[in-house]
């Protein structure tokens, strides 16, 4: 398909498809960072105020309690399981989930600490209800495991998890200032929060429970945002290197170019990273049924796709705002827009002038107005 020009010249017309997947989509970024910035702010004011309002589900490991298990005989459903410990004790339990697949599936129960009598009650009547059996296959009450897991163990947990991450943007923070520059570092981080602050919004809002398994799949999701951002900075440094010596185009018109560029190799990135993602849900889910698998790709499916955003329409948009403010590019981008006031060209910051039309072909000598050349005359 071809469309024509305002000199008659027939140039190819490409879909938005085309357009996005070889960079020169012309898809503005920048210049709509205003909306950009009010969409992220709903996102993150609704993240923070679910975390306010409905808190967390905490996991067994950071709450404390105590965790019941037995092998799980043949056609035994959660529900069963519930019914009988809510007939014994007289309340329900915290989680009653089925772990493994085939001859080796158990069951596990999660619930509030349970002192001795309690436990021994229960145990009876797991047994007295679904008779579990042991590694030798005889029906016993030892094969009804109890654990008590202390909610101190959750919190050392979650102290070294917020060193770490605290090491981690530090050492972000020093890379990126030495390898791009300090606007970027700034930038780069402030993306990471809006990660974490929105992942954590999700797991709060949706109820999602937050167990260790979470917590390293925090640090995990942070480390693909930090190399998707990287990679579209790399992409503006190279765009924007000189830029301060020509009048053509500003800072901002060179960084949303970067992002046309590096916008459909983010795509691929994210979906060849969630299809891993997605099967290890399955594997986790429907053929294992391990809990700790199921915790940690749920965190990276949540963390892949925020990072994705983030490192597109957050990480960039703050770079050229925070760049716009004051310095060099400041001053450039004024001293451009001015010349365009001048010429009558007008365009809005962060905005790329429009492709210009191709110039009129300039008649041969002796060409008619139809373009047909005078015979000459002898």
């Keep these: 398909m071809t469309e024509s020009n305002t000199s008659g010249a027939v140039l190819p017309h490409h879909s938005w498809l085309q357009r996005l997947y070889t960079g020169t989509g012309g898809f503005e970024v920048i210049g709509r960072r205003k909306f950009y910035y009010w969409l992220t702010g709903v996102i993150v004011g609704l993240s923070l105020l679910s975390i306010v309002v409905r808190g967390f589900t905490l996991g067994i490991e950071f709450e404390g309690g105590t965790r019941i298990q037995f092998p799980a005989p043949d056609g035994v459903s959660t529900s069963q399981v519930e019914t009988v410990y809510a007939d014994a004790l007289?309340?329900?339990?915290?989680?009653?989930?089925?772990?493994?697949?085939?001859?080796?599936?158990?069951?596990?129960?999660?619930?509030?600490?349970?002192?001795?009598?309690?436990?021994?009650?229960?145990?009876?009547?797991?047994?007295?209800?679904?008779?579990?059996t042991d590694k030798n296959g005889d029906a016993s009450k030892s094969a009804i495991s109890v654990a008590d897991v202390s909610e101190t163990w959750g919190g050392q947990i979650t102290k070294?998890?917020?060193?770490?991450?605290?090491?981690?943007l530090v050492i972000v923070s020093i890379y990126i200032a030495i390898r791009f520059e300090r606007d970027m570092a700034i930038a780069a981080i402030i993306s990471l929060f809006f990660d974490m602050i929105v992942t954590a919004g999700i797991y709060s809002l949706i109820g999602f429970e937050v167990t260790p398994a979470t917590v390293i799949g925090l640090l995990t999701i942070l480390g693909f945002s930090l190399y998707d951002?990287?990679?579209?900075?790399?992409?503006?440094?190279?765009?924007t290197r000189g830029v301060l010596h020509l009048n053509?185009?500003?800072?901002?018109?060179?960084?949303?170019?970067?992002?046309?560029?590096?916008?459909?190799?983010?795509?691929?990135?994210?979906?060849?990273?969630?299809?891993?993602?997605?099967?290890?849900m399955v594997v986790a889910v429907w053929l294992l049924g391990v809990g700790t698998l199921k915790d940690l790709a749920l965190v990276q499916l949540v963390g892949i796709l925020v990072g994705a955003y983030s490192s597109i329409f957050t990480a960039t948009p703050l770079l050229v705002s925070i760049k716009e403010r004051w310095g060099p590019v400041a001053a450039h981008t004024e001293k451009v827009l001015g010349k365009r006031a001048a010429a009558g060209t007008v365009t809005a910051p962060g905005v790329a002038p429009a492709v210009r039309a191709a110039a009129p072909v300039t008649p041969q000598v002796g060409a008619t107005p139809t373009g047909k050349r005078n015979k000459k005359r002898h």
Excluded: C, W
């Excluded at 509030?112 to 021994?120: I, K, M, S, Y």
């Design 229 to 239: 951002t990287v990679v579209v900075f790399d992409k503006v440094e190279e765009n």
């Design 90 to 132: 007289g309340t329900d339990p915290v989680s009653v989930q089925t772990v493994g697949s085939g001859a080796s599936s158990s069951v596990e129960i999660r619930s509030e600490a349970l002192d001795a009598g309690q436990v021994n009650t229960l145990q009876n009547a797991l047994f007295d209800a679904f008779h579990p």
């Design 160 to 168: 070294k998890a917020l060193i770490a991450l605290i090491v981690f």
């Design 248 to 280: 053509r185009r500003t800072y901002a018109e060179q960084a949303n170019l970067a992002v046309n560029q590096t916008l459909m190799r983010s795509i691929n990135t994210t979906v060849i990273s969630v299809l891993p993602v997605i099967g290890l």
